[in-house]
């Protein structure tokens, strides 16, 4: 029995007809579950028994669409690695509607790996198994760690192989966002000089992700402050995480503050700001210690093509815009540098914290030190004998200075620290493995990392495991796209 009312809402469907193109999913062989995310549908207030059942699996796998609802692939284009390309676009994925949390606020829900639209190109509009756990497990993990994020909902294999370098098993991931409206969604139609569809997609981000603004003087203004500032706060908890996103592509960069298309991304294990994953980032663009820089650069690219309606006269709307984007470094730089000190447990500056927080991060790299476990290591030291508890780091010296520093400890907050600095982190070498048992069949390690990854911030000894950085032999050098 179908339910009575639609599944999913229509409000990316209510838009100019030119922001998408109306396609259905294409039906696969043989679906089967991999996983429902139980908790995130009972928030978005979805009938989970329905959703579990076979017309869940159904509409997960793109097999029978929703009643009521109709598909969609989202036009977009964007900078990739600095190069303008006009025609991307959803070429694997579908946007099927929006739900509502508790709370009223919306969220879409896009399948990914469900077949070709008219922007696939050459692609085959699949995606395989991989990647898609790659993604749910991390997205996950970075919802529990507190980054704003894409989530996943469902999960799903085909039964049909997809070919990459090999035939792999193919799957779909479905994901829930505030929107997945991109800086490049916006490039799309600044490109095509199309004022109509920058107005809607303006009106639409800001009833998604900004309601304050409704009523604003200069809507487009207001969203490109809002857009700057939220990008700021993201990336720097990115930093502060030791997350690496690995195709900071405009396309990649969403509006509503959250992180996006998971592919090539990792955590650092041992701390160095150089550090670069992504097998396809052959200069390093990508680079943890470019992240800002780059946000920033994406920032002004959507400037530029919000222009056009942030003033009529140009020259008044380029320093509009310019204003914005100059709140970037500044707010960067006040949540990193707050979110630095809470590492290191201090709740309030005074003078020399920020320098000591960074002379600690500069003997990370000199030690090589795992970037998570030596900020969780100092998070459990006792101050009161913090040579005996020092004596198992190889920072024995900044500890000394940190508890003089601090008046003896006495400005050190071990239970901030405690919620700052995760005891788990999706490491690669983990989600690599995972991934080997789930080509096995055995999705066993799946489920048990994302059950660690659920609490990351809480010690739990019998996954001591989880903790530990890969040995030199696991060691994950570069990760792939996977498309
Ligand atoms: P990504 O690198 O995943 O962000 O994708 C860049 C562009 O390539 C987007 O327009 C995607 O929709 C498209 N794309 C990636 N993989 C595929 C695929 N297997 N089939 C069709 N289009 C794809
Ligand atoms: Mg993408």
């Known amino acids: 029995m179908n339910s009575p009312k639609p599944l999913f809402g229509d409000q990316y469907a209510q838009l100019p007809p030119q922001l998408y193109v109306k396609q259905d999913a294409t039906p696969v062989a043989a679906p089967s579950w991999i996983k429902l995310n139980a908790g995130l549908a009972e928030a978005l207030q979805f009938d989970t028994d329905f959703l579990s059942g076979d017309e869940g699996l159904a509409i997960f796998a793109?097999?029978?669409?929703?009643?009521?609802?109709?598909?969609?692939?989202?036009?977009?284009?964007?900078?990739q690695f600095g190069?303008?390309?006009?025609?991307?676009?959803?070429?694997r994925a579908l946007l099927l509607g929006d739900a509502a949390d508790k709370s009223g606020q919306r969220f879409d829900v896009q399948l990914k790996g469900s077949g070709p639209t008219p922007f696939s190109r050459n692609g085959d509009g699949r995606a395989a198994l991989g990647p898609v756990l790659r993604e749910y497990v991390i997205s996950e993990a970075m919802h529990a760690l507190g980054v704003p994020t894409t989530r996943a909902l469902a999960a799903v294999q085909t039964g049909e192989p997809?070919?990459?370098?090999?035939?792999?098993?193919?799957?779909?991931?479905t994901r829930v966002a505030k929107s997945?409206?991109?800086?490049?969604?916006?490039?799309?139609?600044?490109?095509?000089?199309?004022?109509?569809?920058?107005r809607a997609l303006v009106d639409f981000s800001i009833q998604r992700h900004a309601p304050e603004l409704t009523d604003a003087d200069r809507p487009a203004l207001e969203f490109l402050k809002k857009t700057v500032l939220s990008q700021a706060e993201l990336i720097a908890k990115?930093?502060?995480l030791g997350f690496i996103h690995g195709v900071m592509n405009t396309d990649n960069m969403s509006v509503a503050g959250?992180?996006?298309?998971?592919?090539?991304?990792?955590?650092?294990d041992e701390y160095d700001p150089a550090t670069v994953f992504s097998s396809i980032d052959h200069h390093g663009r990508y680079a943890y210690q470019n992240q800002p820089r780059i946000a920033q650069w994406n920032l002004m690219v959507l400037a530029q093509s919000l222009l056009p309606i942030i003033d009529e006269d140009e020259d008044q709307a380029l320093a509009f815009a310019q204003d914005a984007i100059n709140l970037f470094s500044g707010h960067f730089e006040t949540q990193y540098r707050r979110g630095l000190l809470q590492k290191i447990g201090i709740a309030e500056e005074q003078n020399g914290d920020f320098e000591l927080a960074l002379?600690?991060?500069?003997q990370m790299k000199d030690a090589r030190a795992d970037f998570t476990n030596s900020f969780r290591a100092i998070s459990q030291l006792d101050l009161a004998h913090p040579e005996i508890a020092a004596a198992q780091l190889p920072l024995t010296e900044w500890i000394n200075n940190w508890r003089r520093h601090t008046d003896n400890g006495k400005r050190v907050d071990p239970t901030l620290m405690f919620?700052?600095?995760p005891a788990f982190i999706p490491r690669n070498h983990r989600v690599e493995n995972m991934i080997q048992a789930a080509l096995q069949d055995d999705f066993s390690l799946f489920e048990e990392l994302l059950s660690v990854l659920t609490t990351p911030f809480t010690d739990q000894p019998i996954h001591h495991a989880y903790t530990l950085p890969p040995d030199p032999d696991e060691r994950v050098h570069q990760t792939f796209c996977g498309t």
């Open 62 to 79: 793109g097999n029978q669409t929703a009643k009521g609802t109709s598909p969609l692939a989202m036009a977009y284009s964007g900078h």
């Open 83 to 91: 190069h303008w390309n006009p025609k991307l676009g959803d070429g």
């Open 162 to 173: 997809v070919r990459r370098e090999t035939a792999l098993p193919g799957a779909v991931i």
């Open 180 to 198: 997945f409206v991109r800086v490049g969604t916006f490039q799309n139609f600044a490109a095509r000089d199309d004022k109509e569809a920058l």
């Open 238 to 240: 990115w930093q502060l």
């Open 258 to 268: 959250e992180t996006i298309d998971y592919g090539p991304c990792a955590f650092m």
């Open 359 to 362: 002379s600690l991060l500069d």
């Open 419 to 421: 919620n700052t600095n």
